[in-house]
Nanobody, 121 residues
Framework: QVQLVESGGGLVQAGGSLRLSCAAS????????MGWYRQAPGKQRELVAQ???????NYADSVKGRSTISADNAKNTVYLQMNSSKPEDTAIYYC???????????????WGQGTQVTVSS
């Protein structure tokens, strides 16, 4: 069993900052990539940012320059710092990990339950 637990969501004013955390735990052999996705009402889930175990990062154009993704590989934890928040950042944010479980032979995507972020104008 693998669990991803997010924290840090909530209400933030436009122009403010937020920091999300996600910790993966359970029967994990190795994690190669972690990231954040978001889904706004009536829209498809979209990538926000990703980070590989080697530290390579990738950002959506909509958050590039005002967001930073980081990870603590020893703790299987990923963070998202978002500054200059906008109302259009309002969404449910989901943590994602691409990992190999203990005793498993393949690599799989795992998802957290999601955390609501609301940016008020």
């Amino acid at each position: 069993q693998v669990q991803l637990v997010e924290s840090g969501g909530g209400l933030v004013q436009a122009g403010g900052s937020l920091r999300l955390s996600c910790a993966a735990s359970g029967s994990i052999f190795s994690i190669t990539r972690m990231g954040w996705y978001r889904q706004a009402p009536g829209k498809q889930r979209e990538l926000v940012a990703q980070i590989t175990s080697g530290g390579r990062t990738n950002y959506a154009d909509s958050v590039k320059g005002r967001s930073t993704i980081s990870a603590d590989n020893a703790k299987n934890t990923v963070y998202l710092q978002m500054n200059s928040s906008k109302p259009e950042d309002t969404a449910i944010y989901y943590c994602n990990a691409f990992l190999r479980p203990i005793g498993g032979s393949g690599w799989y995507d795992h998802w957290g339950q999601g955390t609501q972020v609301t940016v008020s104008s």
